[in-house]
């Protein structure tokens, strides 16, 4: 089986159990409304806000100091969505979630999280990108990159890179996942580009 596994179907998650599948992004549309709040707030300069917070099951997050307008409760819709949908694949009892509002590219250099499978939805700017097992050698990872950038450090076999857009949702296995010490999901923060900011959510599961 690959270790990119990209789908339009939801029925499809589960596939990132499998033991060499390191990242599964699932092509989406943005919910109604979500662009167009987003694009309005980023034009007045409003969009400076992140948040962050811990949900239980059935349980909707609240953000309040946003703006109100019908893209906001399509905001607050939708990470409930996604944390249910994540809890209930992860059987966790708890998701914590954090929207991050950046200017700026998070984290620029291919890494591997030391988490256990983080979800990443990117609703505005560009999405996060990848590269799979057989573009990359892990020795270059880091430290063994001696500080030189990506492109040229040897990480990258080839300059084949993927990458999801706005609305997809991306499952990322982390190095922490039980069995999977010597692998985790290849991927880096995206130069946000000539129209800032991106707004992107992040999940992580709490047991």
């Not at 029925?11 to 060499?20: E, L, M, S, T, V």
């Not at 929207?99 to 700017?125: K, Q």
């Not at 590269?131 to 492109?151: C, N, Q, T």
């Amino acid at each position: 089986m690959r270790d990119i596994v990209i789908t339009p179907h939801l029925a499809d998650w589960p596939q990132i159990f499998q033991p060499q599948v390191q990242l599964l992004c699932w092509q989406r549309p943005l919910p109604a409304g979500v662009a167009g709040y987003l694009d309005s707030l980023a034009a007045s300069g409003s969009l400076r806000l992140g948040y962050r917070g811990v949900l239980s099951a059935g349980e909707a997050p609240v953000l309040a100091a946003w703006p109100a307008g019908a893209g906001r409760q399509a905001l607050q819709d939708d990470i409930a969505l996604l944390a249910d949908m994540y809890a209930t694949l992860l059987g966790c009892a708890q998701v914590g979630w954090r929207v991050e509002v950046l200017d700026g590219s998070m984290c620029p250099r291919f890494h591997v999280d030391r988490t256990g499978i983080r979800l990443v939805c990117t609703w505005r700017g560009p999405g996060t990108e990848w590269l799979a097992a057989a573009a990359a050698d892990r020795r270059f990872l880091g430290r063994g990159s001696g500080g030189l950038p990506d492109e040229t450090s040897g990480l990258m076999r080839t300059a084949k890179v993927g990458r999801s857009v706005a609305g997809d949702v991306v499952l990322l296995k982390g190095s922490q996942w039980q069995g999977n010490g010597d692998g985790g999901a290849i991927h880096r923060s995206p130069a946000v580009g000539g129209q800032p900011p991106r707004v992107m959510l992040v999940l992580d599961a709490m047991y």
